[in-house]
């Protein structure tokens, strides 16, 4: 069983910082892709961005050049270092991974950007 479970969520003013984290259980994320959603209150849940297990990441246009995803594979975690939020990357964000055709979802942390 993989468990995934994120943490660093919380207030944040625009033009801040924030890093959140994906710390796995059960299989190293160094063996497959991770990926970061985020769903806003009413709103479907987006894809931000994705590490591939060769280290190759991804962004959304929406977060390219603020976000950025990196992974610590002693630790097997993904972190998510949000900078510059604006109130629009307010939501629940998520991470995700598939193993064995098997998808497995956290259970989100929260960033609310307001001044």
């Known amino acids: 069983q993989v468990q995934l479970v994120e943490s660093g969520g919380g207030l944040v003013q625009p033009g801040g910082s924030l890093r959140l984290s994906c710390a796995a259980d059960?299989?190293?994320?160094?063996?497959?892709?991770t990926d970061w959603y985020r769903q806003a209150p009413g709103k479907q849940r987006d894809w931000v961005a994705t590490i591939a297990r060769n280290g190759n990441i991804d962004y959304a246009d929406s977060v390219k050049g603020r976000f950025a995803v990196s992974r610590d594979d002693a630790k097997n975690t993904v972190y998510l270092q949000i900078n510059n939020p604006i109130p629009e990357d307010t939501a629940e964000y998520y991470c995700k991974t598939v193993v064995f055709d098997i998808p497995y979802w956290g259970h989100g942390t929260q960033v609310t950007v307001s001044s």
């Open positions: 059960g299989y190293l994320l160094s063996l497959t892709d």
